[in-house]
């Protein structure tokens, strides 16, 4: 048997609740409140979720939703608002969603967008619990594009759905619901577009299932972080990564990683161009200082370090040319004075010295001043 209950934040002293309960749940009719007063929702509840019919109320009091629940979620016949209550849609609702657009057999099939409702509550926490889990409600389009017997199949876009739905101008603007301003809700005025969480070839809904096969991009919060080819849901094939600073990389990708041939940028400056192998410099390429941007090194890689013969540059100008192992000279090779840009030494190096046989320059004179052996960057005896 149902009874009637007030629950209240007494730390705050809010009304939180107000309504019927049974065994310790929002059970029949009731209401619940926002940490700042106003109705959130009034209707029918079974174990603590909105089932029935109800109204789901901004947080400034504007209507969001009336219509038919099951288990906290738009299910049946229902109406959505934006907030500043115009209506935005009146029909049938599916777990939170609805779609228009062409149709084949009752189910989505050709050109049309699917919109998302999420009317569900952070779990009927106290204000502080809100707050700590940054609970936003969203409305907004879900996905756009070509459907095939009520799946995405084709060429479509799919949206982040952490904004909320209100109309500007005649435009479609998706906001952050709340934010926290001094430890209170507030409403969020930002108006910033809606952003694409994928855009490009869609198959049996496999991108929204966490793969993607084909050409298309990838979005996060911050924008573009990804166009080109997908495998299995990976970056694969040709394409580019992006961050905040603009173009990180361009190239070939394996697995999400770079693999094959690639330039690599640090803002906007390019660091590297040639070959990656699992994510690493790797066989042929040039390295760039980072800063500058000119020429710091051009030779072989293994496993992002100087491996092989290379040269290597100081400030742009070439220090040495040889055998590089594990970063150091190591081998044949020639060092240069970068100030004349003559040969200082050339001949053997172990482990980034002078070892074995090699010849050392008068640079003044322009004549060998020594040759013969040498062992830990000291001439030790003739040849």
């Known amino acids: 048997m149902s009874t009637t209950k007030k629950t209240y934040n007494f730390d705050k002293n809010l009304l939180l609740y107000e309504g019927e309960v049974f065994n310790e749940k929002y059970h029949g009719k009731g209401k619940l409140y926002f940490p700042n007063g106003n109705l959130e929702y009034e209707g029918e509840f079974v174990n603590n979720k909105f089932h029935g019919n109800g109204k789901l109320y901004y947080i400034d009091g504007n209507l969001r939703y009336e219509g038919e629940f099951i288990n906290n979620k738009a299910h049946g016949t229902g109406k959505v608002y934006d907030n500043e209550g115009t209506l935005i849609y009146t029909g049938t609702f599916q777990n939170h969603t609805w779609y228009e657009g062409e149709q084949l057999n009752n189910?989505?099939?050709?050109?049309?967008?699917?919109?998302?409702?999420?009317?569900?509550?952070?779990?009927?926490?106290?204000?502080?619990?809100?707050?700590?889990?940054?609970?936003?409600?969203?409305?907004?389009?879900?996905?756009?594009?070509?459907?095939?017997?009520?799946?995405?199949?084709?060429?479509?876009?799919?949206?982040?759905?952490?904004?909320?739905?209100?109309?500007?101008?005649g435009k479609r603007i998706f906001d952050c619901a709340y934010k926290i301003e001094n430890s209170n809700f507030k409403i969020n005025d930002n108006e910033n577009t809606q952003l694409i969480k994928f855009e490009g070839l869609f198959k049996n809904n496999e991108f929204f299932a966490g793969e993607c096969h084909g050409?298309?991009?990838?979005?996060?919060?911050?924008?573009?972080?990804?166009?080109?080819?997908?495998?299995?849901?990976?970056?694969h094939g040709e394409g580019k990564k992006y961050d905040k600073?603009?173009?990180?990389?361009?190239?070939?990708?394996?697995?999400?990683?770079?693999?094959?041939?690639?330039?690599?940028?640090?803002?906007?400056?390019?660091?590297?161009?040639?070959?990656?192998?699992?994510?690493?410099?790797?066989?042929?390429?040039?390295?760039?200082?980072?800063?500058?941007?000119?020429?710091?090194?051009?030779?072989?890689?293994?496993?992002?370090?100087?491996?092989?013969?290379?040269?290597?540059?100081?400030?742009?100008?070439?220090?040495?040319?040889?055998?590089?192992?594990?970063?150091?000279?190591?081998?044949?090779?020639?060092?240069?004075?970068?100030?004349?840009?003559?040969?200082?030494?050339?001949g053997e190096f172990s482990n980034?010295?002078?070892?074995?046989?090699?010849?050392?320059?008068d640079l003044i004179n322009d004549s060998v001043k020594c040759e013969g052996i040498f062992s830990n960057n000291k001439f030790i005896g003739n040849k």
Do not use: W
């Open 107 to 169: 189910k989505p099939h050709g050109q049309g967008k699917l919109y998302f409702v999420d009317l569900e509550l952070a779990g009927f926490n106290d204000y502080e619990v809100i707050i700590k889990k940054l609970h936003f409600k969203n409305i907004g389009l879900r996905y756009e594009g070509s459907f095939e017997n009520g799946k995405f199949n084709g060429e479509g876009k799919l949206y982040i759905m952490d904004y909320d739905y209100k109309i500007n101008n």
């Open 215 to 235: 050409e298309g991009k990838k979005y996060d919060e911050d924008g573009l972080v990804y166009e080109g080819e997908f495998f299995a849901g990976e970056c």
């Open 245 to 346: 600073t603009g173009l990180v990389y361009e190239g070939e990708f394996f697995n999400g990683k770079y693999h094959g041939n690639g330039e690599k940028y640090n803002n906007k400056i390019l660091e590297y161009k040639g070959n990656f192998f699992d994510g690493n410099y790797h066989g042929s390429g040039i390295e760039y200082d980072k800063i500058t941007g000119k020429i710091k090194y051009n030779g072989n890689f293994s496993n992002g370090k100087y491996e092989g013969n290379g040269k290597l540059y100081n400030n742009g100008v070439l220090s040495y040319d040889g055998a590089f192992l594990n970063n150091k000279f190591h081998g044949q090779g020639k060092y240069y004075d970068i100030t004349t840009k003559k040969i200082l030494y050339a």
């Open 352 to 361: 980034h010295k002078y070892e074995g046989k090699g010849k050392l320059y």
